[in-house]
């Protein structure tokens, strides 16, 4: 069975970091591109960043393009998302992903985490 658990979320003032982490169990977890999504009050899910199970390549949607770096340590089945120069427009709710197929969401979800950013 697959568990995706996502923490690190929070309250932090624009231009401040945050970095959120998804651990992983139930999986193989290094043959799994992963990925990262996002779902803002009254908007759809939307994708925010992707890596292949090496970490060999990485993807990123443009609006957080040299601001977010997505890495993962397939030691410890975790994935992580650092968040830099955070904007009020990335306030949402953070899940993880597995079986990410670039921008294409798998089937497997965390339970998410809620990043609030105030002005």
């Known amino acids: 069975q697959v568990q995706l658990v996502e923490s690190g979320g929070g309250l932090v003032q624009a231009g401040g970091s945050l970095r959120l982490s998804c651990a992983a169990s139930?999986?193989?977890?290094?043959?799994?591109?992963m990925g990262w999504f996002r779902q803002a009050p009254g908007k759809e899910r939307e994708f925010v960043a992707s890596?292949?199970?090496?970490?060999?390549?990485?993807y990123y949607a443009d609006s957080v393009k040299g601001r977010f770096t997505i890495s993962r340590d397939n030691a410890k089945n975790t994935m992580y998302l650092q968040m830099n120069s955070l904007k009020p427009l990335d306030t949402a709710v953070y899940f993880c992903?597995?079986?990410?197929?670039?921008?294409?969401?798998?089937?497997?979800w965390g339970q998410g985490t809620q990043v609030t950013v105030s002005s």
């Open positions: 890596i292949s199970g090496s970490g060999t390549w990485t």
């Open positions: 139930g999986v193989t977890f290094s043959t799994y591109h």
């Open positions: 992903n597995a079986d990410t197929r670039v921008t294409r969401p798998g089937v497997y």
